[in-house]
């Protein structure tokens, strides 16, 4: 008699509705081999007589019966009971018999003996059952049906509320960082400690943007993360990909996609090695009603894909992350508000320009019949605690860094640019445009005065200290709020800011109480001083005549802004002219649709780089378009032979399928590599 066992895993997974309706495999339902391990079957000295191959069938329900014709009343999935007292009495009826039943897909057939059979079930049976794979099983001794079914029907129903409960909990959890307006990195933090399971947030160039390594190594999670990455192809938005072992979904709102959601689950069944972590590792407290997702749940086996609750889970998380990005929660003032409104409304045409034009004036910002120049401040960095962790107070000291300090830091550059506005006697709608720049609209009486105008607010500007206004810790940051660095994938010890993410507000000082810009002293008597010049990037689009050209100066300016931060030139104000073809993809690296362009381009090369990280054609394809698509020159760039470098972009010609003599072509690629170059550079 061959050996029966039961394979434990944590918790009830898939869906009732799932199993049902698409006749998929789901592993809300046991299999045959632990129905045979369950005691009452057990109590009948269960032997397997044939069909050995199909013990791993699901048993969606047991049935008993005691008629020949029952495969018509069968839906598939029912492990049949009987005594055989109604069974046919010929071999060909038998045969028949088996052949029906496999023909509906029940899961087994279990034959008490003693009453039709005593000594073992017709061997033309069992032969009938081994050809069909189907199950045969012999109950030597005399066995209550009806503990069979309850015992394996309460197996069914406990799963399929431990699922719903499960599910219940994913809703409630992702709905509450929703409504709190949770960052990335507490929305990815959650959702690894609901599965247990590593959580990795990239955008679309496989760059991470935030991870939970649920208890494993962070190094080895990272580690060449983008090769790894482009090796996982799922098909579909929301797929498994069992060669890698992640399931993936995408993230995105308004039907444009910016990242992917990637969460690692053990299909060998090491699901339940780690449960979820304890209230005092979470910060949140366990209740005795609360679903602990790693626990076990006897009878439940291994499927071959992710549980239907980790799909619910994933998609959920990236659902809230979608939302989040959304969702401005940085607290102004409400004439700032009403500032950034307008200038909303300029960028994004979510109001007409006369009426635009009408609340300005009403605001004192009169913006018809004038020359407008969009102009666009951010800091040369991101990071708000520098590279040593600390922000300077207003003292001269180091104030630590805390979760506000990225926005406060913001509302004070605002609060310098307002200042300067007004200093140079000028006009103009000013507010944060996102969450690095500052935007202004100055509104000039005409074309001649740009230049002094210009020259007037910068100098202005920098005699303001933006960078020096920062709050303090004591009364920025809230108990337990704490995001997880996101180390870079080359170097995962190091943090990376998540950069399109926004605080929560609270706490915080507001512009003009705890700081102070142009000359006004902080809180503290602390005078505001002069601004270095490579601190801030100070950027002027085109000069245009109307109010609805207004919008192509702002976008430029922001665009010139965000390329001047990697341009160590002191320029009062960047302009244009002083932006190259570099920096402009630079300041579009997170675009969506350069990052799919690129993917378009280079994606296949890429791939294939990282199935082969011996060959590296992309250096192959750097050096021939840098050498000026010059064969000779590109050779001896990548100190390779001629033959061999010519191999190489052959080969590179078939996996990209382009002509790499042909200028257009490679024009484009040139083009991709930059770009591929601006999203790899933080």
Same mark, same amino acid.
């Given at each position: 008699?061959?050996?029966?066992?039961v394979k434990v895993l944590g918790e009830a997974a898939g869906g009732w509705a799932a199993g049902v309706t698409d006749g998929s495999v789901s592993a809300v339902f046991p299999t045959v081999r632990e129905v045979l391990a369950l005691e009452p079957v057990r109590h009948g000295a269960p032997r397997l007589v044939a069909g050995d191959a199909g013990l791993d069938r699901p048993v969606?329900?047991?049935?008993?019966?005691?008629?020949?014709?029952?495969?018509?009343? /069968?839906?598939?999935?029912?492990?049949?009971?009987?005594?055989?007292?109604?069974? =046919?009495?010929?071999?060909?009826?038998?045969?028949?018999?088996?052949?029906?039943?496999?023909?509906?897909?029940?899961?087994? &057939?279990?034959?008490?003996?003693?009453?039709?059979?005593?000594?073992?079930?017709?061997?033309?049976? !069992?032969?009938?059952?081994?050809?069909?794979?189907?199950?045969?099983?012999?109950?030597?001794?005399?066995?209550?049906?009806?503990?069979?079914?309850?015992?394996?029907?309460?197996?069914?129903?406990?799963?399929?509320?431990?699922?719903?409960?499960?599910?219940?909990?994913?809703?409630?959890?992702?709905?509450?960082?929703?409504?709190?307006?949770?960052?990335?990195?507490?929305?990815?933090?959650?959702? !690894?400690?609901?599965?247990?399971?590593?959580?990795?947030?990239?955008?679309?160039?496989?760059?991470?943007?935030?991870?939970?390594?649920?208890?494993?190594?962070?190094?080895?999670?990272?580690?060449?993360?983008?090769?790894?990455?482009?090796?996982?192809?799922?098909?579909?938005?929301?797929?498994?990909?069992?060669?890698?072992?992640?399931?993936?979904?995408?993230?995105?709102?308004?039907?444009?996609?910016?990242?992917?959601?990637? &969460?690692?689950?053990?299909?060998?069944?090491?699901?339940?090695?780690?449960?979820?972590?304890?209230?005092?590792?979470?910060?949140?407290? !366990?209740?005795?009603?609360?679903?602990?997702?790693?626990?076990?749940?006897?009878?439940?086996?291994?499927?071959?894909?992710? =549980?239907?609750?980790?799909?619910?889970?994933?998609?959920?998380?990236? +659902?809230?992350?979608?939302?989040?990005?959304?969702?401005?929660?940085?607290?102004?003032?409400?004439?700032?508000?009403?500032?950034?409104?307008?200038?909303?409304?300029?960028?994004?045409?979510? #109001?007409?320009?006369?009426?635009?034009?009408?609340?300005?004036?009403?605001?004192?910002?009169?913006?018809?019949?004038?020359?407008?120049?969009?102009?666009?401040? #951010?800091?040369?960095?991101?990071?708000?605690?520098?590279?040593?962790?600390?922000?300077?107070?207003?003292?001269?000291?180091?104030?630590?860094?805390?979760?506000?300090?990225?926005?406060?830091?913001?509302?004070?550059?605002?609060?310098?640019?307002?200042?300067?506005?007004?200093?140079?006697?000028?006009?103009?709608?000013?507010?944060? /445009?996102?969450?690095?720049?500052?935007?202004?609209?100055?509104?000039?009486?005409?074309?001649?005065?740009?230049?002094?105008?210009?020259?007037?607010?910068?100098?202005?500007?920098?005699?303001?200290?933006?960078?020096?206004?920062?709050?303090?810790?004591?009364?920025?940051?809230?108990?337990?709020?704490?995001?997880?660095?996101?180390?870079?994938?080359?170097?995962?010890?190091?943090?990376? +800011?998540?950069?399109?993410?926004?605080?929560?507000?609270?706490?915080?000082?507001? =512009?003009?109480?705890?700081?102070?810009?142009?000359?006004?002293?902080?809180?503290?008597?602390?005078?505001?001083?002069?601004? =270095?010049?490579?601190?801030?990037?100070?950027?002027?689009?085109?000069?245009?005549?109307?109010?609805?050209?207004?919008?192509? +100066?702002?976008?430029?300016?922001?665009?010139?802004?965000?390329?001047?931060?990697?341009?160590?030139?002191?320029?009062?104000?960047?302009?244009?002219?002083?932006?190259? /073809?570099?920096?402009?993809?630079?300041?579009?690296?997170?675009?969506?649709?350069?990052?799919?362009?690129?993917?378009?381009?280079?994606?296949?090369?890429?791939?294939?780089?990282?199935?082969?990280?011996?060959?590296?054609?992309?250096?192959?394809?750097?050096?021939?378009?840098?050498?000026?698509?010059?064969?000779?020159?590109?050779?001896?760039?990548?100190?390779? +032979?001629?033959?061999?470098?010519?191999?190489?972009?052959?080969?590179?010609?078939?996996?990209?399928?382009?002509?790499?003599?042909?200028?257009?072509?490679?024009?484009?690629?040139?083009?991709?590599?930059?770009?591929?170059?601006?999203?790899?550079?933080?």
């Open positions: 008699m061959a050996t029966l066992s969606r329900w047991v049935h008993v019966a005691e008629v020949p014709d029952i495969a018509t009343l /069968l839906g598939g999935g029912e492990l049949v009971l009987t005594t055989g007292i109604g069974l =046919p009495a010929d071999d060909a009826g038998l045969r028949a018999f088996i052949a029906d039943l496999a023909d509906v897909g029940v899961s087994g &057939l279990v034959v008490e003996l003693g009453r039709r059979y005593v000594s073992g079930v017709p061997r033309v049976m !069992a032969a009938a059952a081994e050809r069909r794979g189907l199950p045969l099983v012999e109950l030597r001794r005399a066995t209550p049906f009806v503990r069979v079914t309850e015992a394996v029907h309460a197996l069914i129903v406990d799963a399929q509320l431990t699922e719903l409960r499960a599910t219940e909990e994913i809703h409630q959890r992702f709905t509450e960082l929703s409504v709190e307006g949770a960052g990335p990195g507490e929305v990815v933090r959650q959702a !690894a400690e609901l599965s247990g399971c590593p959580v990795v947030l990239e955008n679309l160039s496989r760059q991470v943007l935030a991870y939970d390594p649920a208890g494993e190594s962070a190094e080895l999670l990272l580690d060449g993360w983008e090769q790894h990455s482009r090796r996982i192809r799922p098909a579909g938005r929301t797929a498994y990909d069992a060669d890698s072992g992640w399931l993936v979904t995408m993230v995105g709102a308004r039907g444009q996609d910016w990242g992917r959601l990637l &969460l690692r689950w053990p299909g060998d069944g090491e699901l339940t090695t780690r449960g979820p972590r304890r209230p005092a590792e979470s910060g949140r407290n !366990a209740s005795a009603g609360e679903v602990r997702f790693g626990e076990s749940a006897p009878g439940v086996r291994t499927p071959d894909s992710p =549980p239907t609750r980790l799909t619910i889970l994933v998609e959920r998380a990236a +659902s809230t992350l979608a939302l989040g990005r959304l969702i401005r929660r940085d607290a102004e003032g409400l004439e700032r508000q009403l500032h950034r409104t307008l200038l909303t409304a300029l960028l994004d045409h979510s #109001r007409p320009v006369d009426e635009v034009a009408l609340r300005a004036r009403a605001l004192g910002v009169v913006l018809e019949r004038r020359h407008l120049v969009g102009v666009v401040v #951010r800091y040369r960095t991101e990071d708000p605690a520098g590279e040593g962790g600390h922000e300077p107070a207003g003292d001269g000291g180091l104030a630590p860094g805390g979760p506000e300090a990225g926005p406060a830091r913001l509302r004070d550059l605002a609060e310098a640019v307002g200042h300067a506005v007004r200093e140079a006697k000028l006009t103009a709608l000013t507010s944060a /445009l996102d969450d690095q720049a500052v935007g202004a609209l100055l509104a000039l009486s005409d074309a001649a005065a740009e230049e002094r105008a210009l020259a007037a607010f910068a100098a202005a500007l920098r005699r303001t200290r933006p960078d020096a206004l920062a709050p303090r810790a004591a009364e920025t940051s809230r108990a337990g709020e704490t995001s997880r660095a996101v180390p870079r994938p080359a170097e995962a010890s190091r943090a990376a +800011s998540w950069t399109d993410e926004a605080t929560r507000g609270g706490g915080a000082p507001t =512009p003009g109480e705890a700081s102070g810009v142009g000359g006004v002293p902080r809180a503290g008597g602390a005078p505001v001083r002069p601004v =270095p010049a490579s601190a801030v990037v100070i950027a002027a689009g085109s000069g245009v005549g109307s109010l609805r050209e207004a919008r192509r +100066s702002l976008v430029e300016a922001r665009q010139i802004a965000d390329a001047a931060r990697r341009d160590r030139r002191d320029l009062p104000i960047f302009r244009l002219p002083n932006v190259g /073809l570099a920096g402009l993809l630079h300041l579009l690296r997170d675009e969506p649709r350069l990052q799919t362009f690129v993917e378009r381009e280079l994606g296949a090369l890429l791939t294939y780089d990282a199935q082969h990280p011996r060959e590296q054609l992309l250096g192959t394809l750097r050096a021939y378009l840098e050498q000026g698509r010059n064969k000779s020159a590109g050779a001896a760039a990548a100190h390779l +032979s001629r033959p061999a470098f010519y191999e190489r972009l052959a080969r590179i010609g078939r996996i990209l399928d382009v002509d790499l003599d042909s200028v257009d072509a490679c024009l484009s690629l040139h083009v991709a590599l930059l770009a591929l170059d601006a999203v790899r550079t933080p």
